[in-house]
């Protein structure tokens, strides 16, 4: 029998919040070992084996794990109870061009995949709602950690100062290496560039800084926001990294669930 091994993350004692760590699935190669990305070029088998391992982890059906098709844009889908109703193909559909997953439903897991990327878990612990976004640098120079804390506050009527956050494992200033062109874009739509960048040979931004910022200028407060502190290229042989790894490799799956 196969099991994952997860970083658990404490946010509150109703809600489970982890990322998945390359350990404990059945995955090969260069997606070895727990991978549960069908995007990503692993084979089928694999990763439905890894997903019920996870589902068991988790004590929920496999259709109750929600994995978004990103595209590193900004498209935030809520999953409401009528989402399983729905054909198959339909919610397919729904899921495809997300990065940003909010629900309500208990015993549901949402969660994003990274790989380098910043995985960011939302808990609303007034209106016990939860979101899971996928902040790459593109989402992140859009503000999409800011877009998900807007949206749960239409959907949910949360209060940004409720919401607890986990920025999970990405990828560090240090090996973050951009060209100028990125660089110039986040200078342009006004992020503190002394404050989230360094030159080295090349520019250097601080991707889980950004996010870190967004959320506390969405209205969190900064005692609510949990930092991982992972590196995922400096931590490759546990966590997946496409700069360290290549494109085709396995994902991280950050998730989150509130338990009955």
């Known amino acids: 029998m196969i ?30 070992e727990f991978n549960i990305n069908g995007f990503c070029g692993d084979d089928d088998a694999c990763i439905a084996e890894n997903k019920k391992a996870l589902a068991e982890e988790l004590c929920i059906g496999v259709e109750d794990i929600i994995i978004p098709h990103q595209i590193h844009r900004i498209e935030c889908r809520t999953i409401a109870p009528e989402f399983f109703s729905m054909p198959e193909s339909v919610r397919k559909m729904l899921l495809e061009g997300v990065d940003c997953v909010l629900t309500d439903i208990k ?20 209106h016990h709602a939860i979101a899971a976004v996928h902040a790459g640098w593109r989402g992140t120079l859009n503000r999409i950690a800011h877009r998900a804390i807007v949206e749960m506050c239409n959907v949910y009527k949360s209060y940004p100062s409720r919401i607890k956050a986990v920025i999970g494992p990405g990828i560090s200033m240090e090996n973050f290496e951009v060209g100028d062109e990125v660089y110039q874009q986040f200078e342009a739509v006004g992020f503190n560039m002394p404050l989230i960048s360094k030159k080295y040979e090349k ?15 969405a209205g969190l407060k900064d005692e609510n926001i949990l930092m991982s502190g992972i590196c995922t290229f400096s931590r490759s042989e546990d966590y997946f990294s496409a700069r360290k790894l290549g494109q085709h490799s396995g994902r991280i799956f950050s998730g989150i669930m509130i338990s009955e």
Not at 10 to 30: H, L, Y
Not at 113 to 125: G, K, M, V, W
């Open 107 to 126: 015993n549901l897991c949402i969660g994003v995949s990274t790989a380098d990327c910043i995985p960011i878990l939302l808990y609303d612990d007034e």
């Open 3 to 32: 099991k994952p091994v997860l970083k658990y993350y404490n946010i509150a004692d109703c809600v489970k919040a982890f990322s998945s760590t390359r350990k404990g699935g059945v995955s090969k190669a260069e997606f070895g």
């Open 203 to 217: 520019w250097h931004i601080n991707l889980p800084e950004c996010n870190h910022i967004q959320l506390r200028e």
